[in-house]
């Protein structure tokens, strides 16, 4: 794709997304006489790991079918599914391989079963901040690599999506030092995971929508979601009491849009630009909406529910940092494409921190409180 054509498709999807992100719509309808001529409409499914229009994450899906559509003339109508609709949340993967659906909205870190290198596409624990996980992606090689590994599943993988730093979790109990992990059953998927095993606490992966009840019913004894938000909406405050910080397992998780390849590589060069675009268009938006919204969900947390947001210990945080670190290096050990991925992401993030170091953290460091 010539580069003046993508600035074009671009130009128009950043155009479109004022439109896109306003609001959210399950499905989109094409514009009437939109399609060119004899050109069939064509008619896509996303289905996706989230409940349907929950926010941020399952209306950033219904934000980028509309925009897709919008962007596109009508010429791609999408059609959006929430987790359980047509397929269950984490078979996502495997609708888009197959062709049942033609894209799909979820996380990246749900496939480590399908290869040990997938997670880094989405979260890796102390690794790259959203801000630095774009660099990666698009400017440092992360792309290329996430495309040849899902070239093998028959899938063209997008970012579609961040949420910025997460929290810690909810914990039915207060930690007070590592022991306290000891036999915990915690909700955790991906890398994240299999550092909290290795430290003694017991993962498990489950969707989003089931956090809530297995929390009330003891099933859990603590769960990581996302943030204030999010974790808001889901009423998480409700059956656990604590909730710490920092997100040490999730800095900057990207969402992916995948896309069937078949059907990808039939559009159109036009069309596929504005898949991209729109992928991109949403990936910019949702972080900026996270980055709003959490301001406004910590403060009702605090003051209308009387959470108290609190720092893991420090004995926990050391431990965590050498897991993190001994999986890293199990997983190079045992696959040869993460082994890659590990490599280039641990290349960027060097360069990343000695850039941060006089740029974004000395300027955190310096600012004070604002006047």
């Known amino acids: 794709m010539k580069r003046r054509d993508w600035l074009k498709v671009a130009g128009a999807a950043a155009a479109g997304s004022g439109l896109a992100l306003a609001g959210c719509a399950e499905q989109v309808s094409a514009p009437a006489g939109a399609a060119r001529g004899d050109e069939p409409v064509r008619q896509w499914k996303m289905v996706t790991s989230w409940p349907s229009g929950f926010p941020g994450l399952g209306t950033g899906a219904a934000d980028l079918a509309r925009l897709i559509t919008r962007a596109s003339g009508g010429r791609i109508n999408v059609r959006v599914y929430g ?9 996502v993967f495997d609708a888009v391989s197959r062709g049942t659906a033609e894209m799909g909205h979820s996380a990246a870190y749900y496939w480590s079963g399908k290869s040990p290198a ?27 690599l996430w495309r040849e590994l899902y070239a093998g599943f028959n899938l063209v993988p997008f970012a579609a999506g ?14 007070r030092s590592l022991a306290d992990l000891a036999g915990l059953k915690m909700r955790i998927p991906g890398l994240g995971g299999e550092v909290m095993a290795r430290v003694g606490a017991t993962p498990v992966n489950l969707p989003g929508g089931e956090i809530f009840s297995a929390l009330q019913t003891g099933a859990l004894d603590a769960a990581e979601w996302v943030g204030p938000y999010n974790d808001l909406a889901f009423g998480l405050h409700r059956v656990a009491k604590y909730c710490y910080y920092p997100g040490w397992q ?5 969402l992916e849009c995948m896309v069937h390849k078949p059907a990808f590589e039939a559009l159109p060069e036009d069309l596929q630009a504005v898949v991209e675009a729109s992928c991109r268009a949403v990936n910019d938006g949702m972080l900026a909406e996270y980055t709003a919204r959490n301001v406004a969900a910590l403060r009702t947390l605090q003051a209308e529910h009387g959470i108290e947001f609190r720092p893991l210990p ?41 850039w941060a170091r006089v740029s974004e953290q000395a300027y955190a460091d310096s600012r004070g409180d604002w006047v």
Not at 83 to 91: K, N, R, T
Not at 118 to 136: K, Y
Not at 345 to 351: A, H, K, P, S
Request: hydrophobic letters at 45%.
């Open 250 to 254: 999730e800095p900057g998780p990207t």
């Open 83 to 91: 987790a359980g609709e047509l397929v269950p949340a984490f078979e």
């Open 162 to 175: 961040n949420t910025g730093v997460q929290m810690a979790g909810w914990f039915k109990r207060e930690i």
């Open 118 to 144: 997938a997670s880094f596409f989405c979260a890796v624990p102390f690794g790259l901040n959203a801000q630095e996980m774009n660099g990666w992606l698009y400017h440092g090689g992360g792309l290329e």
């Open 314 to 354: 420090e004995d926990v945080m050391q431990a965590l940092r050498q897991a993190t670190r001994e999986a890293l290096d199990d997983i190079s050990r045992r696959d040869a494409f993460a082994a890659r991925v590990h490599a280039s992401m641990r290349e960027f993030r060097i360069g990343a921190r000695e």
